[in-house]
């Protein structure tokens, strides 16, 4: 009982960070209205509409960081728990997506399966690929979580607007300063 309560906790406080909300008000833009019955309203709706809408959908970098670091600290829940969670879903829907191919009319599952002792060769063919898929599946499975590890390393590793103001609030030129200078 206890784990099922931790479980609850955890997927509590990762859906209040995981939200479709707008961020703060600090970071929405600001909204100038001249006349409330005026086309600029009217504009000016459709647009704090969209700014809403892709602050939903495209939350700021900040948020997506503090989301990948709780679930990089959160110790269950490392590439090798996911993967041997997902292993076997994988491995089912390969030997699914085998059994549909094989079980086609003009398979050559029907053969094997009129006269057994007539195909050896062929029943070393479908053990191969039904052996193959499976170990493909799981090797695309390895490479997908690995890559969503990286992707999330380097998205951890991005500079944040915040962060770039401080920078150079402090006389540290930004990297457009110091590149600008090699084009010009």
Request: proline share 6%.
């Amino acid at each position: 009982m206890p784990g099922l309560i931790q479980r609850y906790n955890a997927v509590a406080e990762y859906s209040e960070f995981i939200t479709t909300n707008p961020s703060s008000t600090q970071r929405r833009r600001t909204r100038h209205t001249t006349s409330p019955n005026g086309p600029s309203s009217a504009r000016a709706a459709l647009s704090s509409e969209a700014a809403e809408w892709y602050e939903a959908v495209c939350p700021p970098l900040e948020e997506i960081q503090d989301v990948l670091r709780r679930f990089r600290a959160d110790p269950e829940f490392s590439q090798e728990r996911v993967f041997a969670f997902c292993a076997p879903i994988v491995v089912f829907g390969a030997l699914f997506i085998v059994a549909v191919v094989a079980v086609q009319p003009h398979s050559f599952a029907h053969r094997i399966l009129d006269a057994p002792g007539a195909h050896t060769r062929d029943i070393a063919t479908f053990a191969s690929i039904l052996v193959g898929g499976v170990v493909l599946s799981l090797v695309v499975l390895k490479c997908a979580i690995w890559g969503i590890a990286e992707i999330s390393s380097v998205v951890m590793g991005m500079e944040t607007r915040e962060e770039r103001e401080r920078r150079e609030s402090e006389g540290i030129p930004s990297s457009n300063m110091v590149l600008g200078g090699f084009f010009t």
